[in-house]
Nanobody, 115 residues
């Protein structure tokens, strides 16, 4: 069983920064990829960034150069550093892990960027 808990969301002005955290309870953390998804109000949930077990990263085009995903395997935590935030970055951010055919999600953390 994997439990994911996101934190770090909040209200920030455009141009500001936030760092999100995703803490995992699973023992398989270091062996699987972890991803951040974003769901703006009334829209679908889309991939923002993913980090593989080997540290390789991928990003949505809309956040490249502004967001950085990283992981701390010793503490079972993944981070999403978000800089130069714009209003389109607003939404609920979810952490995701997939293991043995099961997709695990946290409850999300809300990010609101005011323009």
């Amino acid at each position: 069983q994997v439990q994911l808990v996101e934190s770090g969301g909040g209200l920030v002005q455009a141009g500001g920064s936030l760092r999100l955290s995703c803490a995992s309870s699973g023992s398989i953390f270091s062996r699987v990829a972890v991803a951040w998804y974003r769901q703006p109000p009334g829209k679908q949930r889309d991939l923002v960034a993913r980090i593989r077990s080997d540290g390789r990263t991928t990003y949505a085009d809309s956040v490249k150069g502004r967001f950085t995903i990283s992981r701390d395997n010793a503490n079972n935590t993944v981070y999403l550093r978000m800089n130069s935030l714009i209003s389109e970055d607003s939404g609920v951010y979810y952490c995701n892990q997939e293991y043995a055919g099961i997709s695990y999600w946290g409850k999300g953390t809300l990010v609101t960027v005011s323009s």
